[in-house]
């Protein structure tokens, strides 16, 4: 299995502090390939946990950005969207955490996440358009009044389903993929705020979810890149201006 073969390639790293208005910029274009995250960021933690799971700590050297105090020179220098992710790589910068999951995939060595079969790519698609959708309800959610919207409901309810459709495996294609990393960095702070705000549990009645949790949190690659649920959710109840 692609999980078994990473994790043997797995390890761990020791995280350079992020860099903020007072810090020098890295040598820019200079061969080096650079991919820039916040560690809290679940859009950069996508791509952080694709470079985990090929084993590309040595070829993609991380850089921390914090995005309260962001240093000038990341907008001017590196990538004018001012957004994290961005990769450096080839003397170029590319953004947009799918568009950059599938390019560190397609372009690095390490296991595939994504596989040949035809209709398991087709619903990797599907999944990956339906992702923002996703997490626009439930973020929304968040900071409305009362208890969890049908909505909501409706777009768990969507993910269980998801999670039946291929009985190779407990992920969304059978085997873990970039499906899972998409959709995991989210989950996994909606699971708790969702407990916390709204006393709802995303995994009650819903078998498949649970499993896939359960799973997810024994790849090394992922559960390195979490941080503390607390510490998120105190970050988004500021930015949603949640009391």
Aim: charged share 30%.
């Amino acid at each position: 299995m692609a999980a078994a073969v990473a994790s043997s390639r797995f390890v761990k790293e020791v995280l350079p502090p992020p860099l903020n208005s007072s810090s020098e910029p890295p040598a820019l274009f200079d061969g080096t390939t650079r991919l820039y995250i916040s560690y809290t960021c679940p859009f950069a933690q996508r791509t952080w946990i694709v470079r985990n799971f090929k084993g590309l700590q040595e070829k993609i050297k991380l850089v921390g950005i914090d995005l309260q105090n962001r240093p000038d020179w990341y907008k001017e220098k590196v990538y004018p969207g001012n957004k994290v992710p961005s990769l450096e790589h080839d003397n170029e910068v590319k953004g947009e955490s799918l568009d950059l999951i599938k390019f560190i995939d397609e372009t690095f060595e390490g296991p595939k996440l994504l596989p040949d079969d035809p209709a398991k790519r087709q619903f990797a698609e599907e999944l990956f358009s339906y992702s923002d959708n996703f997490n626009m309800l439930n973020f929304k959610s968040l900071p409305s009044p009362g208890d969890v919207g049908d909505e909501v409901v409706a777009a768990y309810d969507k993910i269980e389903e998801a999670l039946l459709k291929f009985d190779d495996g407990p992920f969304f294609l059978g085997q873990f993929s970039l499906v899972d990393i998409a959709y995991a960095p989210f989950i996994e702070r909606f699971q708790y705020s969702l407990a916390e705000l709204k006393n709802y549990d995303v995994t009650k009645g819903r078998p498949k979810l649970a499993l896939w949790i359960e799973e997810l949190n024994k790849i090394d690659a992922y559960t390195c890149t979490r941080q503390d649920p607390k510490e998120l959710l105190a970050g988004t109840k500021k930015r949603l201006g949640i009391a």
